[in-house]
Nanobody, 124 residues
Framework: QVQLEESGGGLVQPGGSLKLSCAAS????????MGWYRQAPGKQRELVAS???????NYADAVKGRFSISVDTNQKTTHLQMNSLKPEDSAVYYC??????????????????WGQGTQVTVSS
């Protein structure tokens, strides 16, 4: 069974930095893309950053120049380096991946997976 496990959230002061990490486990044959979304209270989940195998990287306008995503398709990990954090960056951050993986005996398919979420709070 495929799982995404996140780590690295916490409380940080405005202007500070945090690094989120996510590792995919299970029988995985291919990474199509990995990325990060976030959801603040009362708001919809939104894309923060994602990288597709082959190199296309997308960032939300609100984080461009401050956040940086890296993906290692061999290790099946992704990291989100967040700098110059603002209170409006506070949210639950979710790892997301589209993977070709085994879902059971004789069942290999491309599916979307989500981590359990990690809280990021930016406050003085």
């Amino acid at each position: 069974q495929v799982q995404l496990e996140e780590s690295g959230g916490g409380l940080v002061q405005p202007g500070g930095s945090l690094k989120l990490s996510c590792a995919a486990s299970g029988i995985i044959f291919k990474v199509d893309h990995m990325g990060w979304y976030r959801q603040a209270p009362g708001k919809q989940r939104e894309l923060v950053a994602s990288t597709a195998t082959g190199g296309t990287t997308n960032y939300a306008d609100a984080v461009k120049g401050r956040f940086s995503i890296s993906v290692d398709t061999n290790q099946k990990t992704t990291h989100l380096q967040m700098n110059s954090l603002k209170p409006e960056d506070s949210a639950v951050y979710y790892c997301n991946a589209r993977l070709e993986a085994s879902m059971g005996a004789h069942d290999i398919r491309v599916s979307e997976f989500w981590g359990q979420g990690t809280q990021v709070t930016v406050s003085s």
